[in-house]
Structure formats: structure tokens, C-alpha cells
């Protein structure tokens, strides 16, 4: 299985800060990387495609990068609306695998 | 509009069986796949499954294998989710997802709200 290994796994941060998470994964997965937010109690919720590709009616302060087995997710000014758990997944290979989450919190 | 939209919670005993349906509108039932991903409390998203609503083929995790099975009924637009010998580490809540594309591999681009699982005697 591709394991996909997530940092950091928590941060705290102040609100207009920039915010980078990278994942690394443990095989070529070429651009079949995704990003997910989850906030308590709900639905993960798609946020970029294939490593870079900003899903429908998402704020364009999120953005990603990279390619084969590193990648980085960015927030570019932190607003207290974007207080969530992230994930990466990776969708090259079956079983799919996620990322174990980076818990972003407001300083 | 896309929706899917899952049953409600359940309690069960170790050693039962649960099953938990995923009711989808708003898009043409057989055209995209629907994944079922899981989440154990304060713990991350683990991939359970894949169903192609489309002749009904799926593709399990290896350790679910024989313990989980999906299925669908394309007269209502519902998949379901059965998963049997529960344990107390299958407590988790349940997410079926649809995938993007007529794929196994998509990414899960819509969500139903999620099914809170509870195995304790």
C-alpha cells in the first residue's frame, strides 16, 4: 500500500498567516494527489484535484503543489473560517490512502 | 443538486452486522462510481470500498475482504454498505462519497453526511 506521510500534524497559527503542509508519499504517484478539509462533526469536503486543480467555488487563498512523491498545501492568509483538519490522498494506486490529518488552530 | 444522503445512526452488538445506505439525486445514478470511507473517533479517513453503480463491481480493502460488501439498487439510486462480525474498533462513522468520473480511480468529490456506527454490548 502507498503510505502518505503528513506534516506537520497540528499547527497553530494566527489569523492573515501563511500556512504550508506538505505529504510525502512512498511511491511515484504522479499528479493523482488530492486535498480534503474536514471540520468537527462533517463531511471531508474537496478542496484541490490532482495536486493543483481548485475545486468548484473554493477559495482561491488555497493552493497546491508538486509532483511524483512530494507535495505541498497552502493557505496563503489564514481566515477563522479555515480552522479544520486536512488531508492529503493519493488516488494512483488501490486501496486509496489518506494522509493522517493536520489540525490547523488559531493561535 | 448533487446529494447524497445517508441512513441513521446505529447501535450494535459485537458479532452483528450493519448495513448503511447511501441514497443519491441530483446526477444519473449509474454514471459515477461511490466510495465508502470510514473515520474511528478522533482518528483519520480510512478507504473501505468502491461500487460501480453500473453493473455493480467492487473493490474492497484487504482488510475488509470478506467481512464487508457493497451493493446497489439503481431502482431508487441507493447504494449500501454491509459490514458483518462487528467489532468494538469498527465503531467509526461511515461516509459514501461519488467519485468524479465512470473510474475506480476518482476522487470523491461529493459526500453524504455520515453514519455514526456504535459496536458495544
Known amino acids: 500500500d502507498i503510505q502518505m506521510t503528513q506534516s506537520p500534524s497540528s499547527l497553530s497559527v494566527s489569523v492573515g498567516d501563511r500556512v504550508t503542509i506538505t505529504c510525502q508519499a512512498s511511491q511515484d504517484i504522479r499528479n493523482y494527489l488530492n486535498w480534503y478539509q474536514q471540520k468537527p462533526g462533517k463531511a471531508p469536503k474537496l478542496l484541490i484535484y490532482d495536486v493543483s486543480n481548485l475545486e468548484t467555488r473554493v477559495s482561491s487563498r488555497f493552493s497546491g503543489s508538486g509532483s511524483g512523491t512530494y507535495f505541498t498545501f497552502t493557505i496563503s492568509s489564514l481566515q477563522p473560517e479555515d480552522i479544520a483538519t486536512y488531508y492529503c490522498?493519493?488516488?494512483?494506486?488501490?486501496?486509496?490512502?489518506f494522509g493522517q490529518g493536520t489540525k490547523v488552530e488559531i493561535k | 443538486q448533487v446529494q447524497l444522503v445517508q441512513s441513521g445512526a446505529e447501535l450494535k452488538n459485537p458479532g452483528a452486522s450493519v448495513k448503511v445506505s447511501c441514497k443519491s439525486s441530483?446526477?444519473?445514478?449509474?454514471?459515477?462510481?461511490v466510495h465508502w470511507v470510514r473515520q474511528a473517533p478522533g482518528q483519520g479517513l480510512q478507504w473501505m470500498g468502491t461500487?460501480?453503480?453500473?453493473?455493480?463491481?467492487?473493490s474492497y480493502a484487504r482488510e475488509l475482504q470478506g467481512r464487508v460488501n457493497m451493493t446497489r439498487d439503481t431502482s431508487t439510486n441507493t447504494v449500501y454498505m454491509e459490514l458483518r462480525s462487528l467489532r468494538s474498533d469498527d465503531t467509526s462513522v461511515y461516509f459514501c462519497?461519488?467519485?468524479?468520473?465512470?473510474?475506480?480511480?476518482?476522487?470523491?468529490?461529493?459526500w453524504g453526511q455520515g453514519t455514526l456506527v456504535t459496536v458495544s454490548s
Open positions: 490522498q493519493q488516488y494512483n494506486y488501490l486501496p486509496y490512502t
Open positions: 462519497a461519488r467519485g468524479n468520473q465512470p473510474s475506480w480511480y476518482s476522487y470523491f468529490q461529493w
Open positions: 461500487i460501480n453503480p453500473d453493473g455493480g463491481a467492487t
Open positions: 441530483g446526477y444519473t445514478f449509474t454514471n459515477y462510481f
